[in-house]
């Protein structure tokens, strides 16, 4: 499918353990990016990647890990989730640098219990 | 640094009234870009329009309109005659060069809510 697809879409899991959100997008956008939406905070940034290889950090990126082996995926790995990591992620992309308009997937809900 | 703000947390109106969606930025920089989008309930985020500084013209895309005004840093967005289907969370997004590389900053978000 073309777009960006993010997986799974709901995931719950334990205190603790580490979770992979993925995300996939086929346009070949060189930036991907990775948000969590809370209620009162909008969407802040977690990570971001400039390329393959080149990645970045955002506002909020402590406890998670990600990496960009090839240009199309992005995954988003919790190392140890927490409580405060319940969150609606959402993974984007734009083709260029921060002045076109950046496109989203559909967002994965995580529950961390 | 920059920030965006919206104020307004909730609006509810009933169906056909007007609704304006109040967003205000701040940057350093004078080259930026200013973004609204729309997470309707089904939860995907919804691109509805980019605006550069340089482009102080107003613009309107059917029922919705924007007004930006640099003197006031604001970039407010309007929903004429609006509509069950307009029921949303509406961000407003600023993107701009030095410290923050052209990251996108979000606001809070503003949820709408039209009644029948």
């Known amino acids: 499918d073309a777009g960006i697809t993010q997986s799974p879409r709901y995931k719950i899991t334990e205190t603790g353990r580490q979770v992979t959100l993925m995300c996939h997008q086929t346009w070949s956008h060189s930036y991907m990016f990775w948000y969590r939406q809370d209620l009162g905070h909008g969407l802040r940034l977690i990570y971001y990647?400039?390329?393959?290889?080149?990645?970045d950090k955002g506002e909020v990126p402590d406890g998670y890990v990600v990496s960009r082996s090839k240009t199309e995926n992005f995954p988003l790995t919790l190392e140890s989730a927490t409580r405060s990591q319940t969150s609606v992620y959402f993974c984007?992309?734009?083709?260029?640098?921060?002045?076109?308009?950046?496109?989203f997937g559909q967002g994965t809900r995580l529950t961390v219990v | 640094a920059q920030k965006v703000t919206q104020a307004q947390t909730e609006i509810s109106v009933v169906e056909k009234e007007d609704v304006t969606l109040d967003c205000v930025y701040e940057?350093?920089?004078?080259?930026?870009?200013l973004f609204w989008y729309k997470q309707p309930p089904s939860g995907e985020l919804v691109f509805l329009i980019r605006?550069?500084?340089?482009?102080?013209q107003n613009e309107i895309s059917g029922r919705y309109s924007w007004n930006f005004q640099k003197s006031t840093s604001s970039f407010n967005f309007t929903i004429t005659a609006s509509q069950v289907v307009d029921s949303a969370i509406y961000f407003c997004?600023?993107?701009?060069?030095?410290?923050?590389?052209?990251?996108?900053?979000f606001g809070a978000g503003t949820t709408v809510t039209v009644r029948a």
């Open positions: 990647s400039a390329a393959a290889d080149i990645t």
């Open positions: 997004a600023l993107s701009a060069p030095g410290s923050n590389d052209y990251k996108l900053s």
């Open positions: 984007a992309s734009s083709l260029l640098r921060g002045d076109t308009e950046a496109f």
């Open positions: 605006r550069n500084s340089f482009d102080e």
């Open positions: 940057t350093r920089d004078t080259t930026y870009y």
